[in-house]
């Protein structure tokens, strides 16, 4: 491969048909301005370009656009049944003792009442102590600094989702 071709995963992408494009964007992040953004942006040269393009659709996401984008991820400890995405992502609680997922469960909710939303982290390669850890520490966040955490936890999660998506099979 040439330094100025795109990775197949990529092209792949690019030459999906609009509504394929959308479904598989949505997965990576369920806010429909993202999506929109991103979905415009097409083709991209480059897995950066995408990112890229990811990243500054994140910035310019509204209160509003971060909250739909939020309803999409499952709390921490309870991945969606059948969902092969959070499960993975979620792996560093599939092993934790009942007694951190009843802590995280009473967090999650604590959160949840204080904020508003489920707790957002990006659990990828984060143990269940290290997520509780999180969430204990991200209680005491005004709800201004607690949005632009999320918003970088969101950017975080959906680069990850990208890179899945673009990657080479």
């Known amino acids: 491969m040439t ?3 795109t990775p197949p995963g990529l092209a792949r992408f690019n030459a999906l048909e609009e509504h394929a494009a959308h479904a598989a964007l949505h997965e990576a992040c369920a806010s429909t301005a993202w999506v929109k953004r991103l979905l415009a942006a097409r083709p991209y040269a480059t897995a950066d370009d995408l990112y890229a393009a990811g990243d500054a659709a994140m910035a310019e996401l509204t209160a509003e656009d971060l909250q739909e984008a ?3 991820h499952p709390p921490i400890g309870r991945p969606k049944p059948g969902d092969p995405t959070s499960a993975r992502e979620q792996r560093g609680m599939a092993g934790a ?4 997922k009843a802590e995280m469960l009473e967090l999650n909710l ?3 009442e204080q904020f508003g939303h489920v707790f957002l982290i990006c659990a990828t390669g984060r143990t269940g102590e290290q997520m509780r850890d999180a969430v204990r520490e991200r209680l005491g966040n005004s709800p201004e600094r607690e949005r632009e955490i999320v918003r970088t936890e969101l950017g975080k999660i959906n680069r ?10």
């Open 3 to 5: 330094s100025n071709s």
């Open 70 to 72: 939020m309803a999409g």
């Open 97 to 100: 003792s009942e007694e951190l």
């Open 110 to 112: 604590a959160y949840q």
């Open 160 to 169: 990850i989702r990208l890179a899945r998506l673009v990657e080479e099979d």
